[in-house]
């Protein structure tokens, strides 16, 4: 079976409607940085603990995906898919929501954000380094720009907050984050030609199940938490876990991989304005500008890294 990640449909209308998919699962992807944040609360007002937030909304995910499989009598992975799998499995139902729950609680959605923005090159670059594709010294170049930035943002933002200049351990968590979902996007990745892009990210949660499903309930809440709290736990798990790849991956079968992707771009913002009324965080001048030159540092390497000759 073909991806159809892949290939871009040539019917009347198809290229604009690939477009809109594409920018609807940007929307809900930004979302999940505030929404994450309002489910587990900050570290002077803590909600659900980020461990239980990890595995109830995979549990979630899990639940609605073993339903999608079975109405469409989806095949099972043979044994050269399992392990790409079990490799997203850690990244993405893991270690990015884990890592990214934990440090939400320190730093505001609008600063993960900038960090989060290095995610496109972090995955093109895992690739290059897992896939065996060799992508051109610019690329590297401007991922080395992108990270550098990303770090001189931290510094500032430490210092800002009187620790001097030194990063947050927060950071450390946001670039643990970005490393575990570049590392399970391409695993997806790797299996995706074959088994499909939604049934890939439905098995990867059904996979999960045996883990998530007992470890939701030993993390279970002991005291009451506000509905706010569950109800973005449940975005976090229907949509950021399991829907939104269904719009992301279709809009760029429809729209063509490399135009649709470009819509990535606008997630680091996306995020921040949905950071304003669900958290009441305001926009952040400095966010703003770091947020914009690591997104053109990802730019500008993704067109390097596209480029005729950019891989061998």
Known sequence: MTSGATLASNRPGDAALGLWLGLLGVVVFALTLPMTRL???????????????????????????????????????????????????????????????????????????????????????????????????????FAGLGSALVVIYSLIRAAQDGQGFRPEWADALLVGAVLAAALGYVGGARVTPSLG??????????????????????????????????????????????????????????????????TQLLQPFVSMLAAVPLLGESLDALALVFALAVVASVFLGRRLASMPGGQR
């Open 39 to 141: 489910a587990t609360g900050t570290a002077e007002a803590p909600r659900l603990s980020p461990w239980f937030v990890t595995w109830a909304r995979a549990a979630l995910a899990g639940g609605l995906a073993a339903v999608y499989l079975l109405l469409t009598r989806s095949r099972r992975p043979d044994r050269t898919e399992r392990g790409p799998l079990l490799l997203s499995l850690a990244g993405n139902v893991i270690g990015y929501p884990l890592l990214l729950g934990w440090a939400l609680r320190h730093v505001t959605a609008s600063h993960a954000a900038v960090v989060t923005a290095l995610l496109p090159l972090a995955t093109a670059a895992m690739a290059a380094w897992l896939m065996h594709q060799r992508a051109r010294l610019g690329f590297w170049l």
């Open 197 to 262: 892009a939604e049934r890939a990210i439905s098995w990867v949660c059904v996979m999960a199940l045996p883990l998530t499903v007992p470890a939701t309930f030993l993390t279970w809440p002991d005291r009451p938490v506000e509905l706010s709290a569950w109800l973005a736990l449940a975005y976090v798990g229907v949509f950021s876990m399991w829907a939104g790849f269904f719009a992301w991956f279709r809009g760029l079968a429809l729209g063509g991989a490399l135009r649709v992707s470009q």
